[in-house]
């Protein structure tokens, strides 16, 4: 599978860009509960994207490492970024109405993430999940 | 915007989820359910998430608002048919779904409603 990239500027792209990950993690062979895993994980960052960042984009792909297989996703946004990034990761935090689980729920149900942000220059959220 | 149901059987209300759900839906949802609860004064709401292949935060939270309301209003709401892949992963993101009210299926689920309470299994 080549990288597809899925504009993220409304609910129902939120809804296209899960079933696109959950496509690729299905083409990847993963575990019907790390598939909804990710497809979880994906659909709280998307909301993310859309909330927060004012929209942006998905980029997903297969990646491999030796012969295993996964799907890594990024999500990247030009909007106000995350000031601070430690609070943002807590259980519980939200500045906004949510219940604060997006990044920290997300983080425990990936094998990798990472998130790149500054103030005033987006943020951008990869993560990766392995078939086992 | 494509609303979601909302059945009525006898004294109690259903809702089966079956198509991928969109953020304004869920919020759509939430209000007309508290809408019917009040026209029909319905005791119960049995919602069926089935085919749901994920809850995410924003579903959870909808179904834990539903509950906090239904009950306000005089009503028990039973969510039902969780896949065991969902409910593991919820728990992993952190949702607890306190206070919800699960059975494994609609008739458990009707069954736990018309009892007033025990467990739905
Ligand atoms: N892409 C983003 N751009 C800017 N800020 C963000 C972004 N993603 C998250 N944040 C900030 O991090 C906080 C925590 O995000 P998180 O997803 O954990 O919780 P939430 O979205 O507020 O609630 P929930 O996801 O549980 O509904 C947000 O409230 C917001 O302030
Ligand atoms: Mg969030």
Redesign the interface.
Known sequence: MTAQELPIAG??D??RV??AV?AAAVAAKLS??D???L??AA??LA?NTLTYGGGGSAVIEEVFNGLRKGVKAVFSDKGPGIADLKLALT?GYTSGS??G??L???R??VDEFTIETATGDGTTVTVIKWAR | MERLPILKIGPMLLVSIQV??????VIALQEDLAERIVDTGARGVVIDITAL??????T??MLATVAALSRVLDAETVVVGM????A??LV????SLDGIKTALDVERGMRLLSSGGGSGR
């Open positions: 609910d129902a939120v809804v899960r079933q959950r019907l509960v598939q909804t895993k497809v979880t659909s709280e909301r259980d949510g219940m689980l997006g920290s729920g997300s425990r149900l | 991928d759900l969109r953020d304004d839906m292949d994920i809850v995410d935060s924003f959870g939270r896949r065991p892949a969902v593991i992963t992993e993101l952190g949702l």
